[in-house]
């Protein structure tokens, strides 16, 4: 058994579990894999992809049966973001993202909001998060969307920026600020938007470097109105909301990551067992072994403490928002790092879109900048040192 082998054994996952990402990796490589190039070439929101991974019923993994989902572990959701992301980093965000939008309701919903919504997340609705504005990025606590009550509604007013899948989203997240606290981090509240709901209207999609198949849209609010069933928690208490929910979305976009990470290292380790130059393979060459000693030990490290945190999630600890950012940070440089030189061990050919690499390179850059830049994650990561006197 080879290292990546055992660690893909390490979390413990039941029978059922383990028959689930059986499933997927056949999906993967019958389905996604053979489709990737071509989403990416086109830019088309890959339906069919979505209406598989619908087929077999993924969305249900991450929802609690008593609301029609299977309610699995988290490490068996990483496992399959990780699975599907590799195939097409353009599907696993959008498929990662439906449970983006869907854990802090199922963490912190009322119990009418979770029977309400919850069975058509479990059957395939499509999420989408809303934090980003065009003003307010690293710091969302400047957000200037406006949520004011009116009666038994509140009207939505305003706009979120780099959504994804906000455009074909059935259920939106948003975070907004709740008109009557005012203006600071106090007043900020989040609530649940249905699709075709009146005021809420896309403004444009982004035509971008990589996940050039997952739609990233600009989205406006104009007089929105919700119930005010539709907000969760309490007024202002959306940034604790906020949190909790990235402490959860993080280690997923990293899952994410170290799928576009072990996709470059094998065609990498392929590539380089099979070119020969001077009369001889080119991984017969020192300093192509350093390379991918490097590579294969930074790899494993990252992927252990994965499953690390997996198991920290599944053991129902909440405070674990440093080993997220950890995470976060060390698997979205890694993927960067052996994207590049996946297309350096290539040579030229690295450079050629007939070979994945080059694909995987545009993918791997955002994973460096969404869901916190790497520079905030690292103010994060040693801020948390500071000894408080
Ligand atoms: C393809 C794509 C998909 C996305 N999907 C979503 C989504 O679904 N939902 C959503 O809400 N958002 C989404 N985003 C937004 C993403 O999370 C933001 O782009 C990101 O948080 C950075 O914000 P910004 O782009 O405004 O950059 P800025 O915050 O303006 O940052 C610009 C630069 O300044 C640096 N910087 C900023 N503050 C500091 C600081 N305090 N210290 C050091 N450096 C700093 C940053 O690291 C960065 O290098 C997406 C973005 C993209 C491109």
Known sequence: MNVFERLDALPAL???ERQLLDSVKALTRDEITPRAAEYDRTAEFPWD???AINALGLNAMFVP???GGAGLSYAAYLACVREISAACASTGIIWATNFHATKPLIDFGTEEQKQRLLPRVAEGAIGALCITEPEAGSDATHMTTRF?????DIVITGGKTFISNGDVADLYLVFGKWSELGDGRN???ALYIEKATPGLSVLRTEDKMGHRAASTAAIAFDGCRVQRANLLGMPG???????AALNKSRPSVAAHALGIARAAFDDAVAYVNERRQSGRRIVEFQGVQFLIADLAAELALCEAWLWHVARLIDLGESDIGIEASVLKLRASDLAMRIATEAVQLH??????????VERLLRDAKITQIWEGTNQI???LIGRSFIARG
């Open 49 to 51: 992809n979505i209406r």
């Open 14 to 16: 039941s029978p059922e």
């Open 187 to 189: 007043a900020i509240s």
């Open 377 to 379: 994650h690292r103010q």
């Open 237 to 243: 208490e959306g940034l604790k909301l906020l949190l």
């Open 65 to 67: 049966e008593a609301y």
């Open 148 to 152: 004011t009550q009116d009666g038994g």
């Open 347 to 356: 040579g030229g050919y690295g450079y050629i879109k007939e070979y994945r």
